[in-house]
């Protein structure tokens, strides 16, 4: 933390798995002055559940979680997306946390952590804070951490042990970003879905928790009409980005056919 305080105000950056900043060094869009190498300081690599939580250390790789990590529903959601994630070279070398304070809206780590609902543990020299993901994420590549913080930890919430999930991602070839992609998780009580969490990444500036899809969800009985008009409800709720190649109304109709197949993923 010290040398993190020393070193970031004279344009220092946090160097973890530099599957993002390396690239970025390379086409010479950053040229920090300095590179805080966080990967052999010791605990960052932690893993471990405490207390209803997975945690997550700043230099525990996306590889680690090919195969699940934990028991219940949570550890096959994070193999199954950890998967979508770049291609295998990529993931044996970037983080989760490094994902999250990169903070690309395409990201499937902040969409699981936003979905989830994720806790985030910010250390620097001033002390601990702990700042929920929906507030972590600000907007394209900028997050509520200082230059001078490091992201030590990322709490997950274990899911109960009959929670579905599904997931889905559109993206131009494998192992691109993904230009939409949808989490969903929800419990099935007396054959209706109940405590539905639904986020939608890749379409805004940062992913988020979609309350609109959650309100269509909540307290009917699956099926594939509701999936439609899930999807329905997503279109209408996000307020999608454009760019050169991509319009909004196209994003708009990703969003659409995104969440109703992380839907029919989640019925499998
Ligand atoms: C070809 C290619 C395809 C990719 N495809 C995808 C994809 O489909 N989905 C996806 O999500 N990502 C993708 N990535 C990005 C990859 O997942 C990165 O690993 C990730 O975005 C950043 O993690 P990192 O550990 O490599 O961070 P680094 O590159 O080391 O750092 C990234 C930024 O975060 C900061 N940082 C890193 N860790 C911390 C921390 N603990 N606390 C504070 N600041 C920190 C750094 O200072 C830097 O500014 C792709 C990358 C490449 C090269």
Redesign the pocket.
Known sequence: MSTLAEYAPLDG????????????MAFRM?R?AH??D?NEVKG?DRLAVDAGYLSIG??V??GAFHKPVVGGPLGPLLAYVAK????YP??M????????????P?????LVSATLGAQLV?KSVRGERIVLTEDFLEGVMT?A?QED????EARLPLLPGDTKFGFYEF?RRA????MCAALVVYRVVDGKITDARVGIGGAEDRARRIAEIEHVLNGRPPSHDLFVAAGEAAAIAIDPMEDAQTTAEYRRDLARAVTRRALEHSQQ
């Open positions: 950056r946090i160097l973890a798995g530099g599957q993002s900043l390396v690239p970025i950053a920090p590179l805080i966080i960052l700043a230099c790789r996306h979508h994630i770049a291609h990529i993931r070398r970037g983080t989760f946390c490094g994902s999250l304070a990169q903070a690309d395409s990201s499937e780590w902040c910010i997050t951490l913080e490091l992201l030590a993206s192992g691109d970003f993904a």
